[in-house]
């Protein structure tokens, strides 16, 4: 395993320290993501065991449910609004954190685009990397 992820909020009010690689690095361009981004999509790191999380601060937390049907929880800082980590209740376990949130944001590599088919011509994500109009199968 290669260093630590760690990252936190804008004004430091919560950190996160990750022993863990990602299972996957993605661009979402789903609707959600992208008034949650403010932009045209956000990017995430997925990682698989919230066990290798340490979690320092209390974010403010607030529940969607996304295009799959499934509820997702996003957790931003309530003193700074800056958006830090998602959970999913169908999938307990897994942790996932904004890009942006990352002391070391260069540590980001997508690995594919998810629901492309909401992307805007404007937003021009990578082309190399595999592209889908929703989740992936499997």
Not at 104 to 130: F, H, N
Request: aromatic share 10%; charged share 20%.
């Amino acid at each position: 395993m290669s260093k630590a992820y760690t990252g936190g909020c804008a004004c430091g009010a919560i950190r996160y320290e990750i022993s863990d690689e990602p299972i996957v690095m993605n661009d979402c361009q789903c609707r959600d993501c992208q008034k949650a981004s403010g932009t045209g999509h956000g990017s995430y790191l997925s990682f698989p065991s919230r066990q290798r999380v340490k979690l320092g601060g209390v974010a403010t937390r607030r529940d969607i449910v996304a295009d799959s049907g499934n509820v997702k929880t996003h957790a931003f800082c309530p003193t700074c609004g800056s958006p830090v980590y998602l959970t999913f209740a169908a999938a307990p376990d897994v942790f996932t954190v904004h890009a942006g949130s990352l002391d070391d944001p260069g540590r980001y590599k997508p690995q594919m685009t998810t629901y492309r088919v909401r992307g805007y011509p404007w937003d021009q994500l990578d082309p190399a990397v595999p592209k889908f109009d929703g989740m992936p199968p499997g």
